[in-house]
């Protein structure tokens, strides 16, 4: 559904050759763009404003990063903006700590609930559970039979009935708490579009049994539908989940930004074949990526990322080799670190770095480097430039203006003195140890810099 936007948002972002900071209509100007695109290709216009709104928040007075231009800034926020929203997605099948868990599957016809089942209820087994299938799409006999040959080639428990749904599921969980199986997927019938009586069908499904999560089965094709069918079904039956399926073909995958937002709910799982293995967690960075179409641009804003902190990270040596840290070096280094995790950690591995063990990392690194940032960005640009120029009067000035302690202050600029001994420890006059600092200071490929 958004074939367009990728293609679309690369034209019209030509237009734009900013430098510094983004001007209000250089920003406008992308944005209208996003939003044609968006509402061009059916999505709700709900949907889209809130999308654009807060890509706009992400832009406005931003400084074009180094390295990248102002139309890839903008790219990089709408990329950040879906990545955001569709984000969160690392979990799996929620279990009910009171078994069994009962999962029903909901969704319009071919949407490929069925199929999910199946997979679904194989992942539970991979979890160390014991499934169990159900089909509740008493509609169509064939239905019944589909679930029942796979759930039989897979080894799978399958139960159908007679009579109405509630009493399937009713007998269903019965039955699977008899044969100690503690996960009951219900498979449910789909209609081509949305439909009251299936609604409450539905509703009166969910009301019978204790019912642990109901995820909303949809296609990645599906258009302008999406919306209008996220919202039935959520508001309706609720949905705690949805999984988009068929994403393995060519659609772009609009659909998942409209469900996550009609639903209010995030996309948990993606189909991605016809095989019952073919389920994966939902990924939020390759579906924005795939939805922007953008792969090319991406990857390039990357890498003009990377090679920003590699530029840094090299003045930063070439400071370090005439013996002079100044504070923004140390800023820049002490970012770097904490990208990589637990400072502790990356002391542990530095050569000599348990030297610095204390002084530049705490038990909340996170913490602690905010501290920091917070005490070098009270500093002058002088004092950055030459610490040895920092006395008792301008350490108290500081500490005011980064709202801590004048001993918070005193730390940061033993952090920095003992850094700088390190260096010339191991890099003054001394080529052959070039490796040793390259290794503390994010060169030599060790990916540091990243
Ligand atoms: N390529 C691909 N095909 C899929 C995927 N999921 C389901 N299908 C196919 O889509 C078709 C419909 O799937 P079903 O699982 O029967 O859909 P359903 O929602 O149960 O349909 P009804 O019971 O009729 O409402 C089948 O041909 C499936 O093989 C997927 O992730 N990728
Ligand atoms: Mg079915």
Same mark, same amino acid.
């Given at each position: 559904m958004f074939e367009a936007l990728g293609d679309r948002l690369a034209a019209a972002l030509k237009k734009i050759s900013g430098r510094g900071v983004l001007r209000p209509e250089e920003v406008e100007a992308g944005l209208r763009e996003v939003r044609l695109a968006l509402l061009e290709a059916d999505v709700n216009f709900k949907v889209v404003k809130g999308f654009v709104d807060r890509v706009r928040s992400r832009l406005v007075g931003v400084e074009v990063s180094p390295g990248l231009t102002a139309p890839q800034q903008v790219v990089k926020a709408v990329n950040e903006e879906l990545i955001e929203l569709l984000g969160g997605n690392s979990e799996g099948l929620r279990y009910s700590p009171a078994p069994p868990t009962v999962v029903m599957l909901t969704g319009l016809q071919g949407s490929g609930k069925t199929t999910t089942a199946v997979k679904l209820a194989l992942l539970a087994r991979r979890d160390g559970h014991r499934p169990m299938l159900v089909a509740l799409d008493l509609r169509r006999p064939a239905a019944v039979d589909q679930l029942k040959m796979l759930a039989e080639r897979e080894g799978l428990p399958f139960l159908a009935g007679q009579g109405s749904v509630e009493d399937i599921a009713r007998d269903a969980i019965e039955e699977a708490s008899r044969l100690g199986l503690d996960v009951v997927i219900l498979d449910t019938a789909g209609r081509l579009h949305v439909d009251a009586e299936l609604m409450q069908e539905l509703v009166r499904l969910k009301a019978a049994v204790p019912v642990t999560e109901t995820l909303l089965i949809a296609d990645a094709m599906t258009g302008q539908e999406a919306v209008k069918v996220g919202e039935a079904f959520a508001s309706a039956v609720g949905v705690d989940g949805v999984v988009l399926t068929k994403l393995d073909g060519d659609a772009r995958g609009g659909a998942a930004l409209s469900l996550r937002l009609a639903t209010g709910q995030q996309i948990r799982f993606a189909g991605t074949g016809e095989r019952p293995q073919d389920l994966e967690v939902f990924h939020a960075e390759r579906m924005a990526s795939r939805i922007l179409g953008m792969g090319d641009v991406l990857g390039l804003i990357e890498r003009a990322e990377e090679s920003i902190d590699q530029e840094a990270a090299k003045e930063v040596e070439s400071h370090l080799r005439s013996g002079r840290l100044t504070f923004d070096d140390f800023l820049i280094q002490v970012r770097q670190l904490r990208k990589m995790g637990s400072l502790e950690g990356i002391l542990d591995m530095v050569p000599g770095g348990a030297a610095l063990k204390g002084q530049v990392s705490g038990p909340d690194t996170e913490r602690e480097v905010r501290r920091m940032e917070a005490v070098i960005l009270s500093m002058t640009a002088r004092e950055r430039a030459?610490?040895?120029?920092?006395?008792g009067a301008r350490r108290r000035r500081i500490a005011r203006g980064s709202g801590l302690q004048p001993a918070d202050v005193n730390r940061v600029i033993k952090a920095r003195d003992a850094m700088q001994k390190l260096a010339k420890q191991f *890099?003054?006059?001394?080529? *052959?140890?070039k490796a040793g600092l390259g290794r503390l200071f994010g060169q030599g490929g060790t990916g540091w810099s990243r």
């Open positions: 030459h610490p040895e120029i920092i006395d *890099g003054a006059g001394n080529r *052959g140890s």
